[in-house]
């Protein structure tokens, strides 16, 4: 029986009980709990797991502003930030105000940190969860409070463990925080493959961006693979982050992202592409969810951590 090294990093306290903050919005499920319960089915043992620290509030004043930061302890900014609606908020039956769901971003922050420290000890690594690859430095958005991939890459440069960083980013969506705080940054390469149809309407513009437009799907590998060996010609990074969304599944549910459809086969070239290239080259790799909507898109995410342990030496039939 293959021993699983500890490089994945989750809680129970992943799967927030946004009914207990009174709002009633399906947000991206916690997908690591049934990654986690397919994991220890088929390899039929308990899959040991770390669970992090949240990140501080100097940790995050790193990437974000005072001014912002300050801002989140008020319910209507978080009303703004997972743009709530009348018939999605019932502040009269929560049992929590609104803005205590820092702590839950700040654990789950705490993660993303984790995951890297453990990529750049044992070459790969995974968050289950993390990835608010929306959030800019004074404004959260798209359902993101806090830039946890920022800040963890800002935690560990201002250690002095990583100079050079890529972010892979292959979420349907682009990951225009992650441009934007990296904006005039050399030292972070910021890569998004994303559609160029869906949100956000105005893209910004990243260290290499590859827009798909809906009727170019049959060329997203191609595109994925040109795209990752440009940036690993020009960039010599100590890390590489792996925004691995798995929004542009075909069976994922959100109604914005109809735009590219792939299938799990699809999917799971595009992730095993992405760890196999960094562990080729010996670049450290952490990798985190992102988005993700609807009851099947945890498949995704279990094949490619199922395909990031076998690389680590775990064996499945």
């Not at 669970?51 to 319910?75: C, F, G, M, R």
């Amino acid at each position: 029986m293959s021993k699983i090294p500890e490089v994945l990093v989750h809680s129970p306290k992943y799967n927030t009980d946004l009914a207990s903050f009174g709002v009633e919005k399906p947000f991206a499920l916690d997908r690591g709990s049934l990654v986690i319960s397919k994991l220890s089915e088929e390899l039929g043992m308990t899959i040991p797991y770390l669970v992090p620290n949240a990140i501080t509030q100097e940790d995050a004043l790193l990437v974000h502003s005072k001014k912002y930061w300050d801002t989140l302890q008020y319910p209507k900014t978080w009303q703004e930030i997972f743009e709530l609606k009348e018939n999605e908020y019932f502040p009269h039956q929560a049992q929590k105000p609104l803005n205590e769901l820092i702590h839950d971003i700040c654990f789950k922050s705490g993660g993303t940190a984790l995951a890297c420290r453990l990529a750049l000890q044992y070459g790969f690594a995974a968050n289950l969860g993390g990835g608010y690859h929306h959030a800019f430095p004074n404004q959260g958005r798209g359902f993101c409070v806090l830039h946890d991939i920022a800040i963890a890459i800002c935690k560990l440069q201002k250690e002095k463990l990583v100079k050079n960083v890529i972010v892979i980013d292959v979420d349907f969506h682009q990951g225009d925080g992650t441009a934007v705080v990296f904006k005039n940054k050399p030292e972070v390469f910021t890569l998004s493959i994303h559609s160029e149809e869906g949100w956000p309407e105005e893209k910004q513009i990243s260290t290499l961006d590859v827009p798909i437009l809906s009727h170019q799907t049959h060329l997203y590998q191609q595109k994925l693979e040109e795209a990752l060996n440009q940036a690993l010609s020009q960039f010599q990074p100590d890390l590489a982050v792996f925004v691995a969304g798995s929004d542009p599944y075909e069976l994922d549910v959100l109604p914005g992202t109809s735009f590219i459809k792939l299938s799990l086969e699809e999917m799971r070239r595009r992730d095993e592409y992405v760890l196999d290239t960094c562990a080729k080259k010996q670049i450290p790799l952490a990798m985190v969810f992102a988005g993700g909507y609807g009851p099947h898109v945890w498949e995704v995410h279990y094949y490619a951590v199922r395909h990031m342990l076998s690389k680590l030496g775990v064996e499945f039939t």
